[in-house]
């Protein structure tokens, strides 16, 4: 397969997610990177949350909490079989992040709960295509992109934050990919966020790519 080109992003509206719309969003958080490795290979250690340890630097820790089997098949996403390590549509999850380099041992815990996967063989519906076609946010072919989506839930929601991010592994070549990652914060609190911690968050969301690709092109 030849290697194809990609539109520009993110788009010059701003990103966007279901969860919170371009016109709510208050701080957006965004990378993308390219990596020498097969999307589904990619795709799959995103999911794969028990092997965090192994290469994510800013998560090196993620529990799932509750996962209904009746959910791995909603939205058209994932078969039911995806094994019980790996986050599926539904699955409700704690993220452990070193927000400073300098305390590694020091995390912060995040509820967060699964919105959305889509894959070639699964492609979802939890975006309308019309929106997929009109949006730059997201890629449109669904034949190409992995995608996922977590919502943020819990004490940070009780507090007034809003927040869904995304991951894309688009497929530009047998043995390469781009991947995309966002999260877009809205309400009361993702002032005080992107206040204190917007810098911060932009390098972590660096550092999570680089991460992946490392790990990726060192299994592939």
Known sequence: MATSSLAKWPPSAGLSTVNVPRKDAILPVFASI????????????????????????????????????????????????????????GTSFT????????KPDSTTETGLRVSDVSTPDHPSTYIPQ??????????????????????????????????????????????????????????????TVKWMYKQTLMEKFRLWCSDLKKYCEQKS
Not at 95 to 102: L, R
Request: hydrophobic share 40%; proline share 4%.
């Open 34 to 89: 390219r990596i020498q490795a097969p999307a589904h290979l990619v795709f799959d250690a995103l999911l794969r949350v028990s092997d965090y340890e192994k290469w994510n630097t800013f998560c090196p820790r993620a529990t799932i909490q509750t996962q209904s089997q009746a959910e791995g098949d909603q939205g058209g996403g994932q078969p039911q079989s995806s094994p019980p390590e790996m986050l599926r549509l």
């Open 95 to 102: 993220f452990c992040v070193v927000m400073s380099s300098a």
């Open 130 to 191: 019309a929106t997929l076609d009109s949006d730059g946010t997201y890629t449109a072919d669904l034949q190409k992109v992995y995608r996922i989506a977590w919502k943020t839930e819990g004490g940070f929601v009780a507090r007034g934050l809003r927040s869904e991010r995304f991951h894309e592994v688009i497929a530009v070549g047998a043995d390469e990919c781009e991947v995309r990652t966002w999260e877009v914060m809205g309400g009361v609190l993702a002032h």
